[in-house]
């Protein structure tokens, strides 16, 4: 199985094909998973994995290595583009989430006041006011919505929620509109010999009526990109991501292949 930890809270920087030179924050365990989802797809491997023993970091511990790395970097004369909330697991699950927004905003603003803040997370906790509201705050509220088809989504997405639907959620993305930037991930293959495609016609034309729906900033359209704890998906090619940004593009949608 794939597994590929971050194993501390702040992490990097490192290069990003969508955000640039992107320190990471993890506020996920630093040995361990915790996610809502189970995506098939995920570096960090699976949740069967556990959790790990350090537990989630503390707020003000956070605060403190931010700080700690984000000064570092201002006396080397080091560049940032973007602090990235991301890491072993769902950002939004971290029980002071808001909070760490507001400490990683006053200190992106003592330090790098022209680096954006984002955030990538899964739609799963966007029910949950305190984290909308924390969202609002970023520059970059990434939001994922892999299918619009309620049986791919849970093929390629597993959520640990049997209440979590493609409908319920593109009904909570609506929230964000023309603020929030939806990602979609787009692979084909099998898992326990079922067929995975979110490349379909049908597929396709079932994101575009969401995107409608959801009036998104923008779309970010991307495939794999390292090796997946199912071994038996394929990356979509460059090419093919450009023809279905084309007809993402014609339904007035701005988007973005990566």
């Known amino acids: 199985m794939q597994t590929i930890l971050f194993h ?10 969508r955000l640039g030179v992107s320190l990471g924050v993890n506020l996920m365990p630093a040995d361990g998973k915790i996610c809502s989802f189970d995506c098939l797809y995920c570096e960090a491997g699976f949740n069967a994995q556990g959790a790990g023993k350090k537990g989630l970091p503390g707020r003000s511990e956070t605060a403190a290595q931010l700080e700690a790395k984000l000064a570092d970097m201002k006396s080397k004369g080091e560049t940032l583009d973007v602090i990235t909330f991301s890491g072993n697991g769902e950002p939004t699950l971290h029980p002071d ?16 006041p ?9 739609s799963t906790r966007i ?5 909308v509201r924390a969202l609002r705050r970023v520059d970059n509220n990434i939001l994922k919505l892999d299918s619009a088809i309620e049986e791919t989504m849970k093929i390629i997405d597993r959520p640990n ?14 929230k964000f509109e023309g603020t929030g930037i939806i990602q979609t991930m787009f692979l084909r293959g099998t898992h326990d010999g079922v067929n995975i495609d979110n490349t379909t016609d049908a597929e396709v034309e ?11 900033k923008e779309v970010m359209i991307y495939s794999l990109d390292r090796p997946t704890p199912e071994r038996n998906l394929r990356k979509v090619e460059r090419e093919e991501l450009e023809r279905i940004a ?11 292949p990566f």
């Open 206 to 216: 079932a994101l575009i009526e969401a995107y409608k729906e959801i009036k998104p």
């Open 161 to 174: 929620d049997p209440g979590f639907t493609a409908a319920g959620v593109i009904q909570q993305l609506k």
């Open 97 to 112: 989430f808001e909070g760490v927004v507001d400490d990683t905003i006053r200190l992106r603003d003592k330090y790098f």
């Open 8 to 17: 501390s809270t702040i992490f990097g920087p490192i290069h990003s094909r």
């Open 114 to 122: 022209d680096a954006k803040i984002s955030v990538l997370t899964n």
């Open 127 to 131: 029910g949950d006011e305190s984290v």
């Open 246 to 256: 084309t007809r993402i593009r014609e339904a007035g949608i701005e988007v973005q």
